[in-house]
């Protein structure tokens, strides 16, 4: 059974990697740093090559974890070259996500049998099935963004503390000072965030008498003072600007100088009325119940509400933010889940808890079934770029030119098919000297005077009609624009039609699409 639930977890990530293998203009630094420390290796001669310094973003971010992934994909692609055959950079990009994927999955495994021998067995099925039916946590965490790389050890920290007997009353010290280690490394080199997690955590370890206060200070300086060498070593050396702290110079530029207010501000409120509803789902009013009915969750409960709070205190929100405290809420979650399930069921009141455990995992298929479809269909720039290196695969001399959409939602370096730089070894078999332009703000008048210019991916609201005077359309890409309700069906219900009111029941909700892409040949 262990064995089983920590494979459906693997299983569930890597489902989503092979289903949505494109990704975002937000993934988008870490997963082209991985590209290039693949393609072109790390050696001081290469930097000059990598993506960064063509397009380095508003702030730095470290390239510890991208270092880590590439040399992690490369024990990956060893292992899948063993037993299949790919020649293709796409290839690679789903094989690095597999690998981040692989490593989130295997924090939350050790986190499952840590809440199995807290909890009980019981309790860690209800975790995994909490866990894989929710959708931001499982389709995320195998995507290249910062957050996804601090959530590995976030997750290694809330295992040492919870992984002990049902009937310890305390973690080991040591166990203690790994877990203050992990998250203050995680600060200092991934997400500044949490140290607003690490600050409750080792306030509560000092109340509770977990350990000492010179216990903290001696494990903070130690594991702050490595971390912070570790990355002005590495991130000064790749971004060739000494002395550079990523992450300290991300507080500056968001908090400080107030710059994340650009992006936008939310109220107060909208990590609990939005986006901790969002992260749950049914987990949410079954993890007030654990916190109701334990102790022991209301203690591992504690930091990570303090956190959210302390959080929604900066103007500029997003769920991602708030992403290491999913897996505590689970936990909660389960341990409730448990508790009603285990309940007789010769009782109405145990039928009634067996039922409703039922109807929240069920509601939770539901809603991750419908955020999974929108999501599938919300990467026309990556639909877009592979559907182009397939339709002209022969041709030579090919300079396409990349829209400003296109590059956003999912036209990443990987796409790049066609063009240097590639990972060695790899069978090509196909062109190798086409260009892909991602040259910003040019009008389709000066994209069609540049005679070098020889494709267009192209955004659909942005052209004229007198587009097709020099450039013919190949093919169309569509992209999610929401969900259509339609009310037929309870009208015809209403009116004494059950039949084809429960007929038309499985087309209630509609996904309505538009299109967003085109691609364009230059006419001869």
Not at 143 to 151: D, G, I, K, Q, V
Not at 307 to 332: D, M, T
Request: proline content about 5%.
């Amino acid at each position: 059974m262990s064995t089983s639930l920590d494979a459906i977890i693997f299983l569930t990530s890597w489902t989503y990697v092979s289903l949505a293998p494109y990704t975002k203009v937000e993934e988008s630094f870490n997963l082209h740093a991985t590209h290039d420390v693949l393609m072109y290796g790390v050696r001081s001669e290469a930097l000059q090559n990598y993506d960064h310094f063509v397009f380095p973003g508003a702030v730095p971010r470290t390239f510890i974890g991208s270092v880590l992934l590439a040399w992690l994909s490369q024990v990956f692609l060893r292992v899948f070259g063993l037993f299949s055959h790919f020649s293709d950079k796409m290839d690679v990009q789903v094989i690095v996500r597999l690998a981040l994927a692989s490593t989130n999955a295997l924090g939350l495994c050790l986190l499952r049998r840590a809440v199995s021998r807290r909890f009980g067995g019981p309790t860690s099925v209800f975790f995994v099935l909490l866990t894989c039916t929710q959708f931001h946590l499982p389709f995320w965490m195998g995507r290249t963004l910062p957050n996804m790389f601090a959530l590995f050890p976030a997750n290694l920290a809330l295992y040492l503390l919870i992984d002990r007997a049902p009937n310890s009353t305390r973690p080991s010290k040591a166990n203690v000072h790994r877990a203050i280690a992990l998250l203050t490394s995680a600060t200092v080199v991934f997400r500044a965030e949490l140290l607003l997690l690490l600050g409750p955590l080792v306030l509560q370890t000092l109340v509770r008498k977990y350990t000492t206060f010179g216990g903290v200070i001696k494990i903070g300086v130690l594991a702050g003072g490595l971390s912070v060498a570790a990355t002005v070593l590495t991130d000064s050396y790749f971004w060739q600007r000494w002395p550079l702290w990523p992450e300290l110079y991300g507080i500056y530029f968001n908090v400080i100088e107030g710059k994340s207010a650009d992006w936008g501000v939310s109220p107060r409120h909208a990590y609990f009325s939005s986006h901790l509803p969002k992260l749950l789902l049914s987990a949410l009013p079954l993890s007030v119940l654990g916190a109701i009915l334990e102790r022991r969750i209301r203690t591992i409960l504690l930091p990570y509400l303090t956190f959210v709070v302390l959080i929604s205190g900066l103007g500029h929100k997003e769920w991602r933010f708030i992403i290491y405290v999913v897996p505590a809420f689970n936990i909660a979650a389960a341990r409730a889940a448990s508790s009603l399930f285990s309940r007789s069921k010769n009782t109405l009141f145990g039928r009634l808890s067996f039922l409703t455990v039922a109807s929240f995992v069920l509601a939770n298929c539901f809603m991750t079934l419908l955020l999974a479809r929108a999501s599938f269909a919300n990467y026309p720039g990556g639909a877009a770029l592979y559907a182009f290196n397939q339709i002209f695969v022969s041709e030579q001399n090919v300079h396409v030119h990349i829209s400003n959409l296109a590059a956003q939602t999912g036209a990443s370096l990987f796409l790049h098919s066609n063009a240097p730089p590639f990972l060695p070894g790899l069978d090509v078999g196909r062109p190798t000297d086409w260009v892909y332009d991602k040259t910003e703000n040019l009008s389709i008048q000066a994209l069609t005077s540049s005679r070098d210019i020889t494709h267009l991916i192209a955004e659909i609201p942005s052209l004229s009609p007198s587009v097709t005077q020099y450039w013919t359309p190949v093919a169309v890409i569509d992209g999610f624009d929401g969900w259509r309700l339609h009310t037929d069906v309870v009208q015809a219900i209403k009116a004494a039609k059950v039949i084809d009111g429960l007929k038309a029941l499985g087309n209630v909700l509609e996904m309505v699409r538009s299109e967003k892409l085109v691609i364009l040949q230059r006419k001869a």
